[in-house]
């Protein structure tokens, strides 16, 4: 009888062990692949002859695609979401931290899975990434594009409807610099028009945290001074728009821009809108996709 109580402790321990593995989706791969200098870590699931491939925003990781991960992989895709150089658990470097090499990593990913025929989605900073990438002079020419709440440049100006003043946006990093973990916290409450589930939130932060600080502050400089208005000219394949409404005048100004172009405006929403609002963000997706 005395070995009862024992069993009980030993299991007791056991609990946490198992609820912590069991994070871990059977339905996708965790993968990684040696890419120039860098590993890159990305999620797999699915299979088929389109693939599409999902990037994430500034300072997160391939995880905040796991509902379209799940979707999209049983209608027939193959899909991967990756960790951008220095995000997630992608090697960490001190150096090339700038969208333009995040778009020539994407290109070594791409060649060294030998994916010919793409359907690229990038989220914020990850739709950067995919405009620096079909603007490069050595590109595999992806089938279609999503640029998901895309800022083609940060900061408001006459002609373009911008998401933040120069003033904003120094107000922002030097609110990193002062207290990191608090202002992640309020980054990430600030992707989401309603209140989300707590977890979600403290997920989405130690992501958001595993980015060095000097390399976060460097992504994030290269994204509010960076103009990618004249990136619109080389995007020549069908691409969609998608903007929650209340950035609807940045995704009508894009679709003015980009021949063959759509535009889907998701509702009650804040940019996560794939987390938040992910049965009507799916469903744009694969409305656009269509029919193989």
């Known amino acids: 009888m005395k070995l009862f109580p024992a069993l009980l402790c030993f299991l007791a321990l056991l609990v946490p062990v198992l609820s912590l593995e069991g994070k871990n989706d059977a339905s996708w791969k965790d993968l990684y692949l040696k890419v120039g200098d860098i590993k890159v870590r990305y999620l797999e699931a699915g299979s088929g002859d ?3 491939v999902f990037i994430p925003g500034w300072t997160l990781a391939a995880d905040i695609w796991k509902e379209q991960l799940r979707y999209f992989s049983s209608r027939g895709f193959r899909v991967l979401a990756l ?8 090697t960490k470097r001190e150096l090339g931290n700038t969208y333009h090499q995040q778009a020539a990593d994407l290109h070594a990913f791409l060649q060294s899975l030998k994916i010919q025929h793409s359907y690229l989605v990038g989220w914020d900073s990850g739709a950067t990434v995919i405009l620096e990438y079909v603007s490069s002079p050595e590109t595999i020419r992806p089938e279609k594009i ?12 006459e002609d373009y409807p911008g998401t933040t003043t120069l003033q904003q ?3 922002r990093l030097l609110g990193f610099q002062d207290d990191r973990l608090k202002a992640t916290d309020q980054f990430v ?35 509010i ?8 000219m080389h995007v020549t394949v069908p691409s969609l728009i998608v903007v929650p409404s209340e950035n609807r005048a940045a995704g009508e100004y894009m679709k003015a821009k980009i021949p063959r172009s759509e535009l889907a405006v998701i ?17 744009a997706l694969e409305s656009f996709f269509g029919e193989h």
Do not use: H, W
């Open 83 to 90: 960790d951008p150089r220095s995000q997630g658990l992608t």
């Open 225 to 232: 001074t960076g103009d990618r208005r004249p990136a619109l």
């Open 267 to 283: 509702e009650d929403a804040g940019s996560a809108m794939f987390l938040e609002k992910p049965q009507a963000f799916n469903q």
């Open 146 to 157: 999503v640029l998901v709440d895309c800022s083609l440049t940060a900061i408001k100006s």
């Open 169 to 171: 946006a120094r107000k």
């Open 50 to 52: 389109r693939t599409l």
């Open 189 to 223: 409450r600030g992707l989401f028009k309603a209140n989300q589930p707590e977890l979600l939130i403290k997920e989405l932060t130690q992501s958001s945290l595993k980015t060095p600080f000097g390399t976060a502050a460097m992504l994030y400089f290269d994204q």
